[in-house]
């Protein structure tokens, strides 16, 4: 019986062992991870664009004869006579301050004025009393000296009294803004009863008399290639105008913004309904850089764009291990699904041809292929 139990005993032993040993065997659970992927995207190459070396931008018709009326005086606006879109005549008078105060300054210099020309009226006669005495020897030389120089201080005080009237006087005058030309009102910045200092635009007068502009800006990339006096066009889209001859009046040497510089073209017609304010495309001609290198223009899907004002807009190059470069572009045309660009882009480079907005500068991506013929 014990030999029994001890066999017994040792079977269990046994199996207990051989099942350890079967569960260290068994493979474990590899550990759960996550994968990291980067963003796929579709890609196409830059293409260099066939044509001729033309921009268009976007502008604004002006009034060559324009300007900001303002007071040359402070106070409280008393009458406004016009409104925007009024004519006004040379000379009309279209606003004026109230002029209490200026007529109670102007009335005490006027009475200064009379003081100082009494004392010297009085200062005259006393030197010439003097002079009479010291011709006949009865007056002294230092007293003759006196009535001099009192003589001499009454004309200078009197002087003095007359230029504040003058200056009374013209500002009592300013309390009233007068047109400088024949126009129209263009803008009205105030009302009565407000108060505006010296200086405060108060009313925008335009003429057409000596024709219209138009304003537009160009991009630091492409103004060197413009040149002054040059015969460019203009289309104005409100009155169906599709091409009008413009000459470069201007080219500014300071950027507005963005490195954009400032150009005014001359029209060389007046068209029947044209306004200042009015909408225009100008179409400039690119001069040739040195050597005679084309403007470098490309094409791109219009879905690679992402617009940034009414011309501008960037792409998004794949760069070094496949990272994404931003890249600023002048939209020069588009027709259909294709873009033509200027900018620092290179002819066989990639740039991500769609949902460039989901994506951001920096980002590492995948690309899921070249496909231009896409877009050809």
């Not at 070396?53 to 005086?73: D, I, Y």
């Not at 000296?145 to 004309?155: F, H, Q």
């Not at 304010?277 to 690119?286: F, N, P, Y």
């Amino acid at each position: 019986m014990q030999s029994a139990s001890r066999d017994r005993n040792v079977l269990i032993a046994m199996m207990v062992f051989l099942a350890g040993a079967l569960t260290g065997c068994l493979p474990s659970e590899p550990p759960v991870t996550q994968s990291k992927t980067s963003r796929v995207v579709d890609t196409a190459r830059v293409i260099p664009a066939n044509g001729p070396e033309q921009v268009t931008l976007s502008g604004q018709v002006k009034a060559s004869e324009h300007t900001r009326l303002s007071f040359e005086v402070s106070g409280e606006v008393r009458s406004v006579s016009v409104d925007v879109g009024d004519t006004v005549a040379a000379g009309e008078v279209l606003a004026t301050l109230d002029r209490a105060r200026y007529q109670l300054a102007h009335d005490q210099t006027l009475a200064s004025e009379r003081e100082a020309a009494a004392a010297l009226q009085e200062a005259r006669l006393d030197h010439r009393r003097q002079s009479d005495l010291a011709d006949r020897g009865f007056g002294s030389a230092s007293q003759l000296d006196s009535a001099r120089a009192a003589l001499e201080t009454a004309r200078y005080r009197h002087e003095a009294a007359v230029a504040s009237r003058r200056i009374a006087e013209r500002d009592l005058a300013q309390t009233q803004l007068k047109a400088p030309f024949e126009g129209t009102v263009g803008q009205r910045m105030v009302e009565p009863a407000e108060r505006v200092s010296a200086g405060q635009a108060v009313l925008a007068v335009i003429s057409d008399r000596e024709g219209y502009e138009v304003d537009t800006s160009v991009p630091e990339t492409l103004v060197s290639r413009l040149s002054a006096r040059s015969e460019q066009a203009v289309s104005i889209p409100a009155l169906g105008v599709e091409r009008m001859p413009a000459r470069v009046h201007q080219i500014g040497s300071e950027p507005r913004s963005a490195n954009n510089y400032p150009v005014t073209l001359t029209l060389g017609d007046t068209l029947p309904g044209l306004r200042s304010g009015m909408t225009a495309q100008v179409h400039l001609s690119m001069d040739q850089v040195d050597g005679g290198h084309a403007l470098d223009t490309f094409r791109l899907p219009l879905t690679s764009l992402v617009h940034d004002g009414p011309q501008q807009a960037h792409v998004l190059r794949i760069g070094p291990e496949e990272r994404l470069q931003r890249v600023d572009v002048l939209v020069i045309d588009t027709a259909g699904n294709q873009a033509v660009v200027t900018g620092p882009l290179a002819s066989g480079e990639r740039i991500v041809a769609r949902g460039p907005e989901f994506v951001t500068e920096g980002q590492q991506v995948s690309l899921l292929g070249d496909g231009p013929e896409r877009f050809h």
